[in-house]
């Protein structure tokens, strides 16, 4: 539930509750107003009413004046009837001569007595007072007076609730909107907008919560960029001296031994090792920097460019790397981000796929998003691992027991997944191996 909507709940109860407390009274001042008041108002006109229609009860004009001048004295529907219960007059402008003999307080007064009470009428849909007295002349009863008034309970509580619940709207929205506020600039520091501040307004607690997360973004984008400083600069000052040890390698394979050549090819090999962890490690500190303006990259034509590069190390062990896939396939990214990707998915795929087997390289498009995958056919993964993988320096269970590997390849995959608004996945193949897939929005 929001605080708005819990706010308004609050505001709503307490609002009942005051209601109830005035409704109360008011409904007891009603009561005896119609007992004391009411009651006794509409007795007394009726009586006056009916002293009036005695010996008037043959002159209907006059009949239909004295009804029309109580009605609107006691605002109230005022009616004489003759002795057969034969409409004579109606403050309302009913034609006489309906019958009103069956109505109960209608016949009490034709008998002589006096008849008060209430009932709903359905034809006006209104809960009535209603009082009728005989009319006696010389004695004798002539006819019946009744008058009826409308007693519904006035809608002030109704009209109150309604008043209470808009006030309550809006000062709920006022002090949940600095909340709000709120929500959506962390929503904005969380894509990346590092610019993005909170309004500093509404309550002093709202205010001391914007002012520390002010502060606490200010601080996360120092550090941020420190971050970016020092990748920068150690990537500058760490592939320098690696290079320059390349190169003095080469030279000395140039002019050396069998013996010595072996041990300066293995020394190469884990020198290019040490140079893809810092490229590696280099990606990962990049991770939540913006990744600038996409361009549309053919994934097929990515992935014709892997394969060259991977073409040798496959035929070392007389791997196939094949392209399966057909058409064409368009992703939003870059082509340097989709490079690194397959990089990582293939030599995966090529060292943990045995001997003369076949690793394959897919990819299409549907439902505004773009796919490449690298399929193997190595030993699959392990119940869990479909997400344990991604995480860094994580090793699965088929490489737990080799050396050589970082446990970064996927999890630089997925680095570079997020920064395209993409997502990676792997799982088992039914036929055996796995698939390693890169998911992007179309471009």
């Not at 009949?63 to 034969?86: D, P, S, Y």
């Not at 070392?316 to 790397?321: A, F, G, K, N, P």
């Amino acid at each position: 539930m929001s605080l708005r909507l819990r706010l308004l709940v609050a505001f709503a109860y307490v609002a009942l509750l005051i209601l109830v407390a005035l409704e109360v009274p008011l409904a007891l001042n009603l009561s005896r107003r119609i007992d004391a008041e009411v009651k006794d108002d509409a007795a007394s006109q009726a009586f006056v009413v009916a002293a009036g229609a005695s010996g008037r009860m043959r002159d209907g004009q006059e009949l239909r004046k004295l009804a029309r001048n109580a009605g609107a004295q006691l605002g109230a529907r005022v009616i004489v009837v003759g002795k057969t219960g034969l409409l004579k007059a109606d403050s309302a402008g009913t034609a006489s001569g309906t019958s009103y003999r069956s109505r109960p307080e209608i016949k009490i007064a034709l008998d002589g007595r006096r008849a008060q009470g209430e009932r709903h009428s359905a034809t006006l849909g209104q809960d009535l007072l209603y009082t009728a007295v005989p009319v006696t002349n010389q004695g004798r009863v002539v006819g019946a007076v009744r008058v009826t008034q409308d007693v519904s309970a006035v809608a002030i509580g109704g009209f109150a609730l309604l008043i209470g619940l808009a006030i309550a709207w809006f000062l709920a929205s006022s002090l949940s909107r600095p909340l709000r506020d709120l929500a959506q600039t962390a929503h904005r520091v969380e894509e990346g907008d590092l610019e993005a501040r909170a309004a500093v307004s509404g309550p002093k607690e709202s205010r001391e919560v914007a002012l520390a997360f002010n502060d606490m973004t200010e601080r996360l984008e120092r550090v941020l960029a420190a971050q970016r400083e020092f990748v920068a600069n150690a990537s500058h000052q760490l592939r320098t001296p690696l290079t320059g040890l390349r190169l003095r390698l080469e030279a000395a394979r140039a002019g050396a031994t069998p013996d010595i050549d072996a041990d300066l090819a293995a020394a190469e090999t884990e020198l290019e090792r040490l140079s893809r962890l810092l490229t590696g490690m280099l990606t990962l500190a990049r991770e939540g920097g913006e990744a600038g303006p996409g361009r549309p990259v053919s994934l097929p034509d990515a992935a014709r460019r892997a394969q060259e590069r991977w073409q040798p190390r496959a035929e070392t062990r007389d791997q196939q790397l094949v392209l399966a896939g057909n058409g064409d396939a368009v992703a939003e990214a870059s082509d340097e981000d989709i490079a690194i990707v397959l990089d990582n998915l293939i030599e995966n795929a090529l060292h943990y796929s045995p001997d003369a087997s076949t690793v394959m390289v897919d990819w299409g498009q549907a439902d505004g998003a773009a796919w490449i995958a690298v399929l193997d056919e190595g030993p699959g993964l392990a119940t869990g691992e479909e997400t344990a993988l991604f995480e860094r320096f994580a090793r699965g269970s088929a490489g737990r027991d080799e050396a050589g590997g970082t446990g970064l390849g996927l999890a630089i995959v997925q680095t570079l997944a997020n920064r395209w608004r993409g997502r990676a996945s792997i799982e088992n193949r039914a036929e055996g191996g796995m698939r390693a897939e890169l998911r992007l929005p179309r471009g």
